[in-house]
């Protein structure tokens, strides 16, 4: 397999967390005929364990599409309700430690750049999904996965290899199921990996730090339509409710023992200008270095929901849609992976630690293996951009990915070494 080729087929067809419907069929069937024991769907994740799960009638759309695109319907078939998880693994020719390798396969809800100086339209392989597109480069980690893969199927190793492919990266909300699945539970050995974010082409960081506790939350206010002129006092104002508590939220101090960020970033409600509203809806993030203290701004948070709540006689819902705690990196595998890619022979320059203050749900896997006893760390492979991630003239630099794959292959066979005696 090409590893930009199948890259570019993953670009063309975007699609947002929970409904990589395509995307993980087309996982599962390469994994199967590479002989790996492939788990998917149920089999892989906790289906109450996940977060931000959309809508039936997305999801439905979504699985729809796949189908007409071709996706082979037995497999769609355990995934529907967006269990889009996938794990691949192989077992080696003789006993030895367990090495999981994470990539994440979903897409973002951003209209992709139809400009003339945009890599993929140039070269044909645009987003052919309208609203959607791979602007943070999980395109590339799943096609990175696949030939990894390819590249260990023989099995001419000692232990087992798990590949994961995980939905819903973005939202930091589809890590969490899989570790509750126990996916996690006998890895000895855990990397996980991002491109760009940074660190340019040429350079590879074996770790991460910086990487912040979050929590995303929706909170939903309901209260009592009126007429706004003729008995305002009958109403009880959902939106202003919400506007209280927004306000209230943003007056909350920072801390002084870490580093914090908090956010509404929607509010919405109301359907006229003479009509009490009666719902309202908002989205809060916070964000800390440490657990603690993003647990402390969540509690605040919703405190200060509840009583604006309460002031404006209104009920209210919270429900928690993504979150992901800090990245702590073993320096024993950072070093062992710096040691590999000086090997490799294609980096030009190599580092400890790529510092992030954005927030990654594979977070709860390097947690879960190192709670286990096992190490793990968080690699960053460079990659110039020519627009920030997240933007609809985002691209990466294709030629990183057979280095990244050669780089992620000599780490496996490290750690898997068979013996020749």
């Not at 319907?73 to 030895?96: D, F, N, R, W």
Request: hydrophobic letters at 40%; aromatic letters at 8%; one cysteine or more.
């Amino acid at each position: 397999m090409d590893v930009i080729t199948l890259r570019r087929d993953f670009h063309k067809y975007p699609e947002v967390g929970f409904t990589e419907f395509r995307t993980a069929a087309k996982v599962v069937e390469i994994l199967t005929s590479l002989g790996y024991e492939v788990l998917y769907g149920k089999e892989a994740m906790d289906s109450d364990s996940r977060r931000g799960v959309p809508p039936e009638q997305q999801l439905q759309k979504a699985y729809d599409r796949a189908l007409e695109l071709g996706a082979d319907a037995t497999i769609l078939e355990k995934m529907k309700g967006g269990h889009t998880a996938v794990v691949g693994i192989l077992t080696g020719k003789e006993p030895g430690p367990t090495v999981a390798f994470r990539f994440d396969m979903d897409a973002l809800p951003i209209k992709e750049s139809d400009s003339a100086d945009h890599f993929p339209v140039t070269e044909g392989f645009v987003s052919l999904h309208d609203g959607q597109m791979h602007a943070c480069g999980h395109d590339a980690h799943t096609a990175t996965g696949l030939v990894l893969a390819e590249r260990l199927a023989d099995g001419d190793f000692a232990g087992t290899v798990k590949l994961i492919f995980q939905p819903a990266e973005e939202g930091v909300r589809g890590a969490y199921s899989i570790v509750q699945k126990g996916m996690l539970d006998d890895v000895d050995y855990f990397f996980g990996m991002h491109y760009g974010t940074g660190v340019p082409s040429g350079e590879v960081c074996t770790g991460s730090s910086g990487f912040l506790a979050t929590t995303k939350m929706e909170a939903r206010f309901y209260g009592v339509s009126s007429h706004a002129g003729s008995e305002p006092e009958k109403g009880r104002n959902a939106l202003l409710g919400a506007t209280t508590a927004l306000l209230n939220i943003h007056a909350l101090p920072r801390f002084s023992s870490s580093v914090t960020r908090i956010n509404v970033g929607i509010l919405e409600g109301g359907t006229g200008a003479n009509i009490i509203p009666d719902k309202a809806r908002m989205v809060i993030e916070t964000r800390a270095l440490t657990e603690s203290v993003n647990n402390e701004l969540e509690e605040r948070v919703r405190t200060i929901i509840t009583h604006s709540a309460a002031m404006h006689g209104l009920s209210y819902e919270i429900e928690v849609k993504g979150a992901a705690i800090p990245i702590n990196c073993d320096e024993e595998l950072m070093s062992a992976a710096a040691e590999e890619a000086k090997k490799v022979n294609t980096f030009a320059k190599i580092e400890g630690y790529a510092n992030s203050t954005g927030s990654e749900d594979a977070s709860y896997m390097l947690k879960r293996v190192q709670e286990k006893g096992g190490k793990a760390t968080y690699m960053i492979v460079g990659s110039d951009i020519p627009a920030p991630h997240h933007n609809p003239k985002f691209d990466i630099d294709e030629k990183v990915l057979p280095n990244a794959v050669d780089f992620l292959n000599a780490i496996a066979k490290r750690f898997l070494t068979i013996s020749r005696a």
